[in-house]
């Protein structure tokens, strides 16, 4: 295989996009803990909790799509056995998911929320990786990276 060729493979482009599209979105995951600004970071997250703390694994929301929820509850399950020592709550159902405070949101333990922040990174680099690769696939290289980046 030519180096031109390697370098414009369906992969490489993917690569290239999906490492650019993670820089930016891996900034500042922590900014403003442990409070949350946006209402649907809230609303996914504390979905994913109440699933963790009920057993009920219906999310009774479905103007998402519902997979980021699931995933979300997989990153409490996570925090929840990754941090045994140093968490300052002792069960699922102590943790604090999401608490109305006028206009601005608190949350009960801010380690989470940056891992959910970074889950939600970590997707959408995945899905401008997978737009690059589709837009390679019907339209070649130059394609699949305008597709993935823009």
């Known amino acids: 295989m030519h180096p031109r060729e390697r370098l414009l493979s369906p992969v490489s482009v993917a690569a290239l996009v999906g490492g650019v599209a993670l ?4 900034m500042g995951l922590d900014a403003g803990l442990p409070y949350v600004w946006h209402p649907e970071e809230l609303t996914l997250i504390n979905l994913g909790l109440r699933m963790l703390q009920t057993g ?5 929301w479905f103007q998402s799509p519902s997979l980021p929820i699931y995933l979300q509850a997989l990153n409490g399950v996570l925090s929840w056995v990754g941090e045994a020592d140093g968490r300052p709550w002792q069960s699922i159902q102590e943790l604090q998911t999401g608490l109305e405070d006028g206009l601005i949101y608190t ?3 801010p380690t989470i929320w940056a891992r959910g922040r970074r889950l939600t990174a970590i997707l959408g680099a995945l899905a401008a990786a997978l ?3 589709a837009g390679h696939r019907l339209g070649g290289p130059l394609a699949g990276l305008f597709a993935g980046l823009f």
């Open 56 to 60: 009920d694994w219906n999310p009774h």
């Open 131 to 133: 737009t690059a690769l």
């Open 107 to 109: 949350v009960g333990d």
């Open 23 to 26: 820089i930016p979105r891996m």
